[in-house]
């Protein structure tokens, strides 16, 4: 079923397929072909108006490089992102508008991800980052920056911040992993992929 406890092998794909395949010829046995009248969200803070921004040029200021095709650290991202917008200079940053109530990164974070400070509609909202135990090598994360807000249209202020964040747990996970390198770890960064937000 699997050789490594975590990704399924193809025999399994293959069972999964027929498992999920005769599922779905007793569904359309047991449904009535036509229009029907769709149900409550089961949540009313459901992600049926989400979407997602590009980022371009002009909502940049300071030194960004556009990264195509998206690689970072060796790792390619290219299934996600057309490209990365990279910055490692603290003072950069990315300044967007949206209409709606909630606005995230989908980005990729690892061993050199900085802190940032986030300003929306001209208020601090404080300092994100991110860090865990997972963190000195790269993947897709996504950056929380304003949520809750009134509906509507809202301008949000992202800057990368000089110090670094506490690196501590994941150079202690490395070490473990036999994967630790220091220079790995120097500097900040923000490797950013697209705005995601919710009407």
């Not at 990704?7 to 069972?15: D, E």
């Not at 409550?40 to 990264?67: C, F, H, K, Y």
């Not at 998206?70 to 949206?98: C, I, M, Q, R, Y």
Request: glycine share 10%; with cysteine.
């Amino acid at each position: 079923f699997t050789h490594d406890g975590v990704y399924t092998s193809a025999a399994a794909n293959s069972l999964y397929a027929t498992i999920i395949g005769e599922g779905f010829t007793r569904l359309l046995a047991a449904g009535t072909p036509g229009e029907h009248e769709l149900r409550r969200p089961l949540r009313a803070r459901n992600m049926e108006g989400a979407g997602q921004l590009p980022i371009t040029r002009e909502m940049l200021s300071g030194d960004w490089e556009r990264v195509a095709p998206a690689e970072v650290g060796g790792s390619s991202f290219a299934n996600h992102f057309d490209a990365l917008w990279v910055t490692k200079t603290p003072g950069a940053k990315l300044t967007f508008t949206f209409t709606g109530t909630r606005a995230w990164l989908f980005d990729v974070f690892g061993p050199t991800t900085g802190r940032v400070k986030v300003t929306v509609d001209g208020h601090d909202r404080g300092v994100r980052q991110q860090v865990d135990p997972w963190s000195y090598y790269y993947r897709l994360g996504g950056l929380e920056l304003a949520a809750n807000l009134s509906p509507g249209e809202h301008t949000v202020t992202v800057e990368l911040l000089p110090d670094a964040p506490d690196r501590s747990v994941p150079i202690e996970a490395a070490k473990k992993a036999n994967q630790y390198h220091p220079e790995a770890f120097a500097g900040v960064a923000l490797h950013l992929g697209a705005i995601c937000v919710l009407q």
